[in-house]
């Protein structure tokens, strides 16, 4: 069975997380994925705000969507 991987939505931004955590972008084929550890990292941080329109979203990522991309 292939590891779960995450897209990564900011609500804040509305835009999806780009690898490496390194800015956004509207272009969901240009987003990064993350591990489920990386990806709960980042919406715990972004919900300590305690704003919850600003906290950030975890996609589950189609098995086969963009296998070549690098976490």
Do not use: F
């Not at 292939?2 to 835009?15: A, C, D, G, P, R």
């Not at 993350?34 to 972004?46: I, R």
């Amino acid at each position: 069975m292939k590891e779960i991987v995450y897209l990564l939505w900011s609500n804040k931004h509305q835009m999806w997380w780009r690898p490496n955590a390194a800015g956004y972008t509207n272009v969901q084929a240009q987003a990064g994925l993350y591990s489920e550890t990386e990806a709960l990292h980042y919406v715990l941080n972004s919900a300590a705000c305690g704003i919850l329109a600003h906290v950030t979203c975890m996609v589950a990522a189609p098995v086969n969507w963009r296998v070549d991309n690098d976490r």
